[in-house]
């Protein structure tokens, strides 16, 4: 069975940090495509970043040079570290293998999904 354990969310101000860990059994996270994505109240799944088997790396433009993807193969775990927060990063934010682009994180289509982990970014 594949469990997805995400931690490290949290509350900060803006313009502070988090860094956001996935620590995945089950599968082996070198051997998969892993991504982070977000989704406030209201509006659609966001990809916020990926890390691809074949050493592509996407980022959302909005979080382009702000936050940055990374993996600890020896631990099977994928980090999120964040900087440079602000309101508009405020969402639930999971982890997923595989995940592709949903239009919904609590109901995905395809892959293996964390529980999600609150980040909260106040003025």
């Known amino acids: 069975e594949v469990h997805l354990l995400e931690s490290g969310g949290g509350s900060v101000h803006t313009g502070g940090s988090l860094t956001l860990s996935c620590t995945a059994s089950g599968i082996t996270a070198e051997d998969s495509d892993m991504g982070w994505y977000r989704q406030a109240p209201g509006n659609e799944c966001k990809m916020v970043s990926s890390?691809?088997?074949?050493?592509?790396?996407y980022y959302l433009p909005t979080v382009r040079g702000r936050f940055t993807i990374s993996r600890d193969n020896a631990n099977n775990t994928v980090y999120l570290q964040m900087t440079s927060l602000r309101p508009d990063d405020t969402a639930v934010y999971y982890c997923?293998?595989?995940?592709?682009?949903?239009?919904?994180?609590?109901?995905?289509?395809?892959?293996?999904w964390g529980q999600g982990i609150q980040v909260t970014v106040s003025t």
């Open positions: 997923a293998a595989e995940g592709g682009w949903p239009d919904d994180c609590t109901v995905p289509k395809y892959g293996y």
């Open positions: 890390t691809y088997k074949d050493g592509r790396i």
